[in-house]
């Protein structure tokens, strides 16, 4: 596939960024803004969630809601990078109190096809991903107000993951980490370390001030966290793929380092969550939800 198209010459608009910091599962969620018509997209927002109570809240997503409120955001879109396996979203929530429509990547159906046997899903999730309003091709372009936003698919950390290049910021989801901590896991089902390495040399053509912001960030003790890099940083300093890095050589150190890996903590309740658009199982007879978990099954 070709490279993604620079969508920042010069003079040309780009958007605000507002990052905003889930503590709890180290995931950075963003509110992209288009500065001329104040039109809004929401990228990858988290549902809190406690494991050991069960419980679900909205503060995380609520700081999100009450900016775009206080700015006057018209949000047209809630954006996934992928269905996330560390986090549950707060999509369906969002778009209740915010508007706007849910996309996510088209590979979505070959995450639903590989775990759906596993909670026994049945028809209650489709597989077609018809849960979400749209499914995004590689390379389909929509707009943020007057931003043009193009979508890569990045496959590799999982079947559905896309980029979203929005003028000069590029939002690659779990696709690459900041350089001192490399990229993505590929031992999901779906997952493909060679495949991965094809998606990010793919993205790592793009110009070298193209600001790169991530979905997590997990750093080494001697620094902050951040959520924003660039191109040219990564080509540079990324300890997994920088440049002169060769696919055979990626494909070994990645496949030795997820053979260590634990499964993600929230996983399992992530997923059956995050493969409904964001929506929570339906309750059952006695009027509360459950998460279901498969035992001696992965």
Not at 40 to 61: E, Q
Not at 134 to 152: K, N, P, T, W
Not at 244 to 266: F, I, N, Q, S
């Amino acid at each position: 596939r070709n490279a993604p198209e620079s969508q920042h010459p010069e003079g040309g608009m780009n958007p605000e960024v507002l990052p905003f910091f889930d503590e709890a599962t180290a995931t950075w969620t963003y509110l992209v803004v288009d500065p001329r018509s104040q039109c809004a997209a929401v990228i990858d927002p988290v549902l809190d969630f406690d494991p050991k109570s069960g419980r679900t809240g909205t503060a995380s997503a609520q700081r999100i809601a009450d900016v775009a409120g206080q700015r006057g955001l018209v949000v047209e879109w809630i954006l996934e990078t992928h269905a996330h396996a560390d986090h549950l979203t707060a999509a369906r929530w969002l778009r209740d109190q915010v508007g706007g429509r849910i996309a996510i990547g088209r590979g979505i159906g070959a995450v639903i096809s590989a775990f759906g046997p596993v909670f026994n899903f049945g028809d209650e999730v489709p597989r077609d991903g018809s849960q979400f309003d749209h499914l995004y091709a590689d390379g389909e372009r929509f707009l943020i107000g007057g931003l043009q936003v193009q979508v890569v698919a990045t496959p590799g950390h999982t079947p559905d993951s896309v980029s979203y290049l929005v003028g000069d910021a590029l939002f690659v989801g779990d696709t690459l980490f900041m350089p001192d901590v490399g990229t993505a896991r590929c031992d999901f089902p779906g997952g493909d370390a060679a495949t991965l390495y094809r998606s990010v040399r793919r993205l790592l053509e793009l110009p070298g001030d193209t600001r790169m912001f991530v979905c997590h960030d997990y750093p080494p003790q001697d620094r902050a966290r951040r959520c924003q890099t660039s191109v040219a940083e990564q080509r540079s300093d990324n300890i997994h793929v920088r440049d002169g890095v060769g696919e055979d050589e990626y494909v070994a150190l990645r496949t030795a380092r997820d053979a260590t890996l634990p499964m993600p903590t929230l996983m399992l309740p992530s997923l059956q969550v995050n493969l409904r658009a964001g929506a929570l199982p339906p309750p059952e007879d006695n009027g509360v939800r459950y998460l279901k978990l498969p035992l001696d099954r992965l």
